[in-house]
């Protein structure tokens, strides 16, 4: 079993903004492989289905980004799963929209709810998929990445997020490091 968990805030005030750039993946993964009917568990929407012949859980939190800690490790102790079976999707303001970045281990980097994933597990070790969204011009962070994306953006955001979908297959097949050399090439 893995679980993956694509961070994001609920309601249909969020839809298409920034800091849901992981729930957008996650919608883009289970769409690929077919996978329907959400259930409510671990405070999140919850998808339990095949992707790349593997077991998975895909979970968008439903506390806001900044308690998704909660829903995380809640799903992590029920399961009892090592760090390793665990990917969190999330959006990344440091890279340009249409781009991705998956890492073994980091910092939470000033995203909240990376923090309270750090906080709730008690460590940095567990993959992340940083999805693009770039840099806030003069708008302050918080509006920027709670705004929506241009239709330029979401133009570049589409393919950006099918590759995000084969990273993501190609962690669950190859692991993380070969998944790395494979996506996160011209570093």
């Known amino acids: 079993m893995k679980i993956i968990v694509g961070l994001g805030n609920p309601g249909s005030d969020y839809i298409k903004t920034r800091h849901n750039a992981g729930f957008m993946a996650i919608e883009r993964l289970a769409q690929r492989h077919g996978i329907t009917g959400v259930k409510t568990n671990f405070h999140a929407g919850v998808l339990d289905g095949t992707v790349a012949g593997h077991r ?26 090592d ?22 281990t980091g910092s939470a980097g000033g995203h909240n709810g990376l923090r309270d994933i750090e906080d709730k597990l008690g460590t940095q070790d567990y993959p992340r998929l940083r999805i693009g969204v770039e840099s806030p011009t003069r708008a302050s962070r918080k509006d920027f990445v709670l705004g929506r994306f241009t239709e330029d953006q979401l133009a570049d ?4 997020l099918d590759r995000t979908c084969d990273a993501i297959e190609s962690w669950l097949n190859d692991g993380i490091h070969k998944a790395m050399s494979l996506y996160n090439a011209g570093e």
């Open 56 to 81: 998975c859980l895909l979970v968008q939190p439903m506390t806001f980004m900044n308690r998704s800690g909660l829903t995380v490790s809640e799903a992590m102790n029920f399961y009892k799963l």
């Open 83 to 104: 760090l390793d079976d665990l990917l969190i999707l999330v959006d990344e303001a440091a890279l340009p929209v249409g781009t991705m970045r998956l890492r073994a």
């Open 157 to 160: 955001l589409d393919p950006a």
